[in-house]
């Protein structure tokens, strides 16, 4: 019933206004958190509501989402300072409750890790969030490796303070990588009216989850996405991977140091992290081409382009190693009509 329309009646067929849409929260934090909502949101995705928060009002002027937030007073950005951007967040605490008190159930926090405002701020979006009892999940992303090692301990230890105040955090670089020890899978696939999904794409999608942890805990759902025509789209959210951080402190060397977080321990992150793409094609040398076997010898690097005919390479040695959830989507795309695939990262 609707009482603002001033109608007394019993049965009122006026539009009731849809609260689902607030449930869950997409919030963007600094300039690489907006950038990702507003792709999202210019995409049109739907049945969740963006908000877009940052200390940089040139930037926030640029975002098309309609609820923004400029946080702090100077609205200059925290200039790479995750204090700044902490301080700022604090200043503007009220508004970032305000924002989540429409009914929001679920928040994603979401921030490039690195800078001033993402670093610094998302930890305290996240923690406003689950302070007001709202299901919190952040998804981060940390520096490209060009970026930097002082730009990339500066994301890790805004990772650290991000995963003290959400509920389950998420990023496919964040872990090992490995959808195959994934617990939990949210799921979603979309196609268009004209070409709806057929049984035999869902039996791919079956041999795709039979490569998963048998107990895997999978929640999916299929929606229409007129746009895509003849392509589906294929969302997932995987959680319970390995953590290549936890891991580390508690296997590694600074395993039972607590919360003892120094640079060497940083250090041995970013080389877990950060595994180098060698893209070495072990060769046997003209020399010992005869050879039996060639065991003791080390394996020698082909030069591109070389006098040498090329040896023969199987496919499968010549790809680069790579994040194997996206290889195994790839796999898995090839087999399908599926050409667009959207995960946390991309
Ligand atoms: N993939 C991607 N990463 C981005 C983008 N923008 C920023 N990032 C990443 O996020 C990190 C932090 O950058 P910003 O989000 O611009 O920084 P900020 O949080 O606004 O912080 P300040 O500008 O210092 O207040 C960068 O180092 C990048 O790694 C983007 O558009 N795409
Ligand atoms: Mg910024």
């Known amino acids: 019933m609707n009482e603002e329309n001033g109608s007394n009646s019993l049965i009122d067929f006026g539009l009731a206004e849809d609260k689902s849409k607030n449930i869950i929260k997409v919030i963007g934090v600094g300039g690489g958190g907006c950038n990702a909502v507003n792709n999202m949101y210019d995409e049109g995705i739907v049945g969740v509501t963006f908000a877009a928060c940052n200390t940089d009002s040139k930037q926030l ?3 098309s989402v309609p609820v923004k937030l400029l946080m702090g007073e ?6 790479g300072n995750p204090e700044k ?7 503007s605490h009220e508004a970032i409750r305000k924002l989540l008190s429409d009914g929001t159930q679920m928040a994603f926090v979401t921030a490039g890790m690195g ?8 930890p305290l979006v996240a923690k406003t969030a689950r302070d007001m009892g709202i299901l919190t999940v952040g998804v981060v992303t940390l520096p490209f490796y060009f970026e930097k090692k002082r730009k990339i301990k500066k994301a890790l230890l805004g990772v650290m303070e991000m995963k003290r105040n959400v509920d389950a955090l998420d990023s496919p670089l964040m ?20 070409a709806p999904i057929f049984v035999r794409e869902m039996q791919e ?22 746009p895509l025509e003849d392509d589906v789209k294929v969302t997932i959210l995987a959680t319970g991977m390995e953590d290549a951080l936890n891991e580390q402190r508690y296997n590694g060397d600074n395993a039972g140091k607590g919360d003892v977080i120094d640079d060497e321990y940083l250090e041995s992150v970013i080389s877990l992290l950060y595994k180098p793409m060698k893209k070495e094609i072990p060769s046997i040398p ?13 394996p020698q690097l082909i030069i591109e382009g070389g006098p040498d005919e090329p040896a023969v390479v199987e496919e499968e ?5 790579e994040n194997p959830l996206l290889r195994r989507m790839r796999t898995w795309i090839l087999n399908s009509r599926i050409t667009k695939t959207l995960l946390a990262e991309e």
Do not use: C
């Open 61 to 63: 002027s640029h975002v």
């Open 74 to 79: 100077s609205g200059l950005g925290a200039g």
């Open 85 to 91: 951007g902490k301080e700022e967040a604090e200043y």
């Open 115 to 122: 800078g001033g405002t993402g670093t610094g701020a998302a």
């Open 175 to 194: 872990y090992g990588n490995d959808i195959h020890k994934a617990k939990k899978i949210l799921f979603n696939i979309y196609a268009s009216d004209k």
């Open 205 to 226: 999608i079956d041999e795709f989850f039979d490569q998963l942890d048998p107990n895997i805990e999978v929640i999916w759902g299929i929606a229409t996405d007129n």
């Open 286 to 298: 003209e020399d010992n081409k005869n050879a039996a076997d060639g065991e003791d010898e080390e």
């Open 317 to 321: 040695e010549k790809q680069p190693k």
